[in-house]
């Protein structure tokens, strides 16, 4: 299984993009500004969507990633799986025939190109001998973490998230947790402002990280343009002993 990373940044600016990540050519974690760096043809190569939840950060590439597969012949609908409050946000503020056209009724009703499976905690979804399974996290709106096992091993990726009690019982129950992407946010001078937006800093996900049974390469995503080295530092000075890495826009992980 191989792991492109488009886009994993909290922000914006020259030479990031926000979270978006191609898992071999055909499914998606997450829709951020990361998608519009694929060539037309991997473009075309997508039929799955998994999104962590609504947050514009996530999601903001998905509806120009709708038009560009859009294609009356088409043979395979592009599946959109998230929460229920995820897919309706998306269909209530996206894809609203205001900001953009509700594509899950294009070309017709009875056979769109655009289709959206609730994909709940819990739930796992087999897509060519990859399950991906879902699982809850903690933010300021409901949102799932992933993991993703195929016959050999497991990676898995938080979405946004504070500390929380479910994602470390379902990473520890992977069979070979090789990678984890893991977001932190902010670094532990905006403590207060972490917790009020639901992310982690490194302190609380160094304290969380002690429920992990595992040993993955562990790799840091989602932080606020700039403050990337900063955070970086503090989670090694406080964990020397685990093995961190900096996400950045076109990482390759195989697993
Ligand atoms: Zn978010």
């Known amino acids: 299984m191989r792991i492109r990373i488009l886009g994993c940044s909290g922000g914006i600016g020259a030479g990031v993009r926000t979270s978006a990540m191609l898992i071999d050519d055909d499914v998606l974690i997450d829709a ?5 760096d694929l060539e037309l043809a991997d473009i075309d190569s997508i039929r799955h969507v998994f999104l962590t939840h609504s947050h ?3 999601v903001a590439g998905l509806p120009m990633l709708v038009d560009r597969v859009f294609d009356e012949n088409f043979a395979v609908p592009l599946t959109v799986y998230a ?17 953009w056209p509700d594509f899950s009724n294009l070309p017709t009703p009875q056979n769109p190109m655009l289709q959206y499976r609730v ?11 990859r ?26 990726v938080s ?4 500390r929380n009690e479910t994602l470390w019982p379902a990473l520890n129950a992977c069979d070979d947790l090789r990678v984890l992407v893991i977001e932190v946010s902010f670094p532990d001078e905006q403590q207060d402002l972490a917790v009020e937006a639901g ?42 002993d685990r093995d961190f890495h900096m996400l950045s826009r076109g990482t390759v992980l195989t697993v």
């Open 131 to 156: 399950r991906f399974g879902a699982v809850e996290v903690q933010h300021t709106v409901p949102s799932l973490g992933f993991t993703v096992q195929n016959s050999q091993s497991a990676f898995a």
């Open 199 to 240: 992310h982690y800093t490194p302190t609380t996900l160094l304290a969380d990280l002690q429920q992990l049974r595992h040993e993955p390469q562990i790799w840091l995503t989602g932080m606020k343009p700039g403050e990337e080295e900063t955070i970086l530092d503090q989670v090694r000075r406080a964990s020397p």
């Open 119 to 129: 994909c709940s905690p819990g739930d796992s979804i087999d897509i060519a001998g």
């Open 159 to 162: 979405g946004d998230t504070k």
């Open 32 to 36: 951020g500004t990361g998608i519009g």
């Open 56 to 58: 514009l950060d996530h």
């Open 83 to 99: 929460r229920e409050e995820t897919l309706r946000a998306v269909q209530d503020h996206l894809f609203n025939d205001v900001i």
